[in-house]
């Protein structure tokens, strides 16, 4: 038989490093920045804290926190806050980097955690919104240590924006 279907691949590059010793002072920097603000959660109820840090184009460093709530799904991840400040603060103002790290209350913080399904779309959008792809910068407390060159990569076949022109 004819086969017609087509086989279609995703795939992308990321960096891995051992430890956060590795990186460059600026990327070192936003990651400690990240870590901080990890400080400022309030995530009473899931016990795990997140920090966000952004580099802005324009130098500025701008940090967010998860911030959840008694009644569960009104709560929302550090990167969206992070983002919401971002535009609030500079609009049009493109994100160069933004690091995420986390402090679990109840279990060891030692490797990456990737932004959830929601945060990759916010991520995805605010990109093509500024045209400018945002690098991340993974790592927890310790450990391992992500580097992706565009959020929209943890998001292959997205709905976007465009589809509502
Ligand atoms: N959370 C974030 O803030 N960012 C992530 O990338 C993953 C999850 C928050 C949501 C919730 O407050 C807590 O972490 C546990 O899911």
Redesign the pocket.
Same mark, same amino acid.
């Given at each position: 038989m004819l086969k017609i279907m087509k086989e279609q691949k995703f795939e992308f590059l990321f960096e891995e490093y051992n430890s956060i010793d590795e990186l460059n002072e600026h990327d070192k920097q936003l990651l400690n920045e990240a870590r901080s603000a990890t400080q400022q959660a309030y995530?009473p109820y899931?016990n795990?804290h997140?920090g966000a840090a952004a580099k802005l184009i324009n130098g500025k460093i701008i940090t967010g926190s998860?911030q959840?709530n008694a009644s569960f799904p009104v709560?929302i %991840?550090?990167?969206r806050v992070l983002l919401g400040s971002s535009a609030s603060l500079y609009p049009e103002v493109a994100i160069e980097t933004m690091a995420?790290s986390y402090q679990n209350k109840n279990a060891k913080s030692d490797h990456p955690?990737s932004?959830?399904g929601m %945060?990759r779309q916010a991520l995805q959008e605010f990109e093509g919104r500024m045209k400018k792809p945002i690098r991340l910068i993974l790592g927890g407390m310790e450990g391992k240590v992500f580097v992706i060159d565009s959020a929209s990569s943890l998001l292959p076949l997205a709905f976007t924006n465009e589809e509502l022109e």
């Open positions: 995530a899931s795990f997140v998860n959840e709560g %991840c550090a990167e995420v955690i932004p959830c %945060c």
